[in-house]
């Protein structure tokens, strides 16, 4: 068991009750119940950061080559505009 530093929180009423029932029904103790919720609170976290760091990664390779693409489409164009204009006269 891991070492554990004393804490307090203030509950709602309703968390509380919600709580205990939950701990009663697991038979656990309700400060169980919170730490087991705060470990999977900060899980989901970290996780979440790990993904929104590889879909940002991703993101900015796609505008990368969004911009790289959009580049070559304005320099045709210019060409494009230049060839007719130089037909024109």
Do not use: F, W
Not at 11 to 29: D, E, F, I, N, V
Not at 45 to 68: P, V, W
């Amino acid at each position: 068991m891991a070492a554990k530093v004393m804490t307090s929180i203030y509950l709602t009423p309703s968390q509380k009750k919600a709580l205990s029932r939950r701990a009663k029904q697991r038979q656990a103790t309700v400060s169980d119940e919170i730490r087991t919720a705060l470990d999977r609170h900060l899980e989901r976290d970290d996780e979440g950061e790990l993904q929104l760091g590889l879909l940002a990664g991703e993101a900015d390779k796609a505008l990368t080559r969004m911009i790289s693409k959009l580049d070559e489409a304005h320099a045709a164009v210019n060409s494009l505009k230049r060839s007719l204009v130089s037909r024109k006269r």
